[in-house]
């Protein structure tokens, strides 16, 4: 059964920066795909970045292109999310995510922006 | 970027009722749809998948349809667990996204 963990949430000053992990088991991995999407507390989803099962690829959502990076330790079954020049707006539930059928998804971490 | 637009916003219903949810995409998406529930303070969990697929261990109560790029969420025979907020998300091309959710409360 696919298992997703994050970490890395907390409390950080706008303009800041900050490192998000995710942590699979359950499955293979380095054969997966994978995505961060968040969610603002009471509020919608928005998919934030994809990566591929090698790294190679990347997509991004305009509201996060050129703050955040996605990367990938396959060895270490581990996603990550390195976001910068953070906003107030960033502050969300970050979710990392797998598609199987459709999105299998960690408990999420939180992020909270604030001065 | 597609636009998915998710009807209604909330909907109040009785324990045994049937309810509809819609999603309709800006573009063609073929079947790359999904349906997910959300429980307050959890994540999302997915139901169905490709706009019909039902997922392993979801109960047969809940089914999905399309008509063109109109996607359809069925849930039959409501009971207190199916209180929840649904989303729908296209994955036929990035940026992915999702609908904007729709509340199921108790009558």
């Known amino acids: 059964e696919v298992h997703l963990v994050e970490s890395g949430g907390g409390f950080i000053q706008p303009g800041g920066s900050l490192g998000l992990s995710c942590v699979g088991s359950?499955?293979?991995?380095?054969?997966?795909?994978m995505n961060w999407v968040r969610q603002v507390p009471g509020k919608g989803l928005e998919w934030l970045s994809y990566?591929?099962?090698?790294?190679?690829?990347?997509y991004y959502a305009d509201s996060v292109k050129g703050r955040f990076t996605i990367s990938r330790d396959n060895a270490k079954n581990s996603l990550y999310l390195q976001m910068s020049s953070l906003r107030a707006e960033d502050t969300a539930t970050y979710y990392c995510?797998?598609?199987?059928?459709?999105?299998?998804w960690g408990q999420g971490t939180t992020v909270t922006v604030s001065s | 970027d597609i636009q998915m637009t998710q009807s209604p916003s909330s909907l109040s219903a009785s324990v045994g009722d049937t309810v509809t949810i819609t999603c309709r995409a800006s573009?063609?998406?073929?079947?790359?749809l999904a349906w997910y529930q959300q429980k307050p303070g959890k994540a999302p969990k997915s139901l169905i998948y490709?706009?019909?697929y039902l997922e392993s261990g979801v109960p047969s109560k809940f089914s999905g349809s399309r008509s063109g790029t109109d996607f359809i969420l069925t849930i039959s025979s409501l009971q207190p667990e199916d209180f929840a907020t649904y989303f729908c998300?296209?994955?036929?091309?990035?940026?992915?996204?999702f609908g904007q959710g729709t509340g199921v409360e108790i009558k």
């Open positions: 573009q063609g998406i073929d079947n790359y």
């Open positions: 990566i591929s099962s090698t790294g190679n690829t990347q």
């Open positions: 995510a797998t598609r199987t059928g459709g999105l299998v």
């Open positions: 490709a706009a019909s």
């Open positions: 998300q296209q994955y036929h091309s990035f940026p992915w996204t």
């Open positions: 359950g499955f293979s991995f380095s054969d997966h795909e």
